[in-house]
């Protein structure tokens, strides 16, 4: 079946410092990739997609490359604020068949003076 | 703000008990999806409903079901509650009958079963 493994959380960074969360995926066709963030007492709100091998998602100065070869897509942001502490969940969903939008388990990331 | 409104926003009940929860979908948004999340098994898909159809179905008990009336609001109802049954419970929104995978979540309903 099709899932998605995050790196577990915590994590906890300091202002201004780079942040990558590690999201890798198993598919039986050719997913879409996205990722969903989650602030406290609030909803999930897409942030970022990649449809294709290659294709980099970007927004809010966050991004994530689609890596076919390795199946992962990474997000990464070069300079984290503190406003950024959320729950980051990394969802795929099968290109053309199927209607279940798959998540990760989440992480947690905490930003810190 | 997505405009999905979820009603209500925490719920206390004891094993056993029914509950309803209510959801409505973004303006214009045709597609409604009911998702759990818990500490243990994360975000998992219940049911997808479009305009009033049932359309895609996941990992919900038979103890939940679901629907959608025609002014496109949706209600999960949870019956027979069993502690394990505490979770947030989500609701999204989206345009078409197929998954894109862009969907807008509301805030949600915090189930606590006492």
């Known amino acids: 079946g099709n899932s998605v493994t995050q790196m577990e959380g915590p994590v906890t960074l300091s202002e201004e410092a780079f942040l990558t969360i590690n999201c890798t995926y198993t598919a039986t066709g050719y997913p879409s990739l996205f990722w969903y963030v989650q602030y406290p007492g609030e909803g999930l709100q897409l942030l970022l997609k990649?449809?294709?091998?290659?294709d980099k998602g970007s927004n809010k100065g966050f991004e994530a490359t689609y890596r076919k070869e390795t199946t992962s897509f990474h997000l990464e942001k070069g300079s984290v604020q503190v406003s950024d502490s959320a729950v980051y969940f990394c969802a795929l969903i099968l290109t053309g068949g199927g209607n279940k939008l798959t998540f990760g388990t989440g992480t947690q990331l905490k930003v810190e003076l | 703000d997505s405009g999905v409104t979820q009603t209500p926003k925490h719920l206390i009940t004891a094993t056993g008990q029914r509950v309803t929860l209510r959801c409505s979908p973004r303006?214009?948004?045709?597609?409604v999806y009911w998702y759990q999340q818990s500490l243990d098994q994360g975000l998992q898909f219940l049911i997808q409903?479009?305009?009033?159809?049932?359309?895609a179905k996941g990992n919900i008990l038979e103890r939940f079901s679901a629907q959608q009336f025609p002014d496109l609001h949706s209600e999960l109802n949870l019956s027979s509650l069993e502690l394990g049954d505490s979770a947030l419970y989500f609701c999204a929104s989206s345009l078409r009958a197929d998954n894109t995978g862009e969907l807008f979540f509301g805030e949600g309903s915090r189930l606590t079963v006492l």
């Open positions: 990649a449809t294709k091998a290659d």
């Open positions: 409903y479009y305009n009033g159809e049932e359309r």
């Open positions: 303006s214009g948004d045709l597609s």
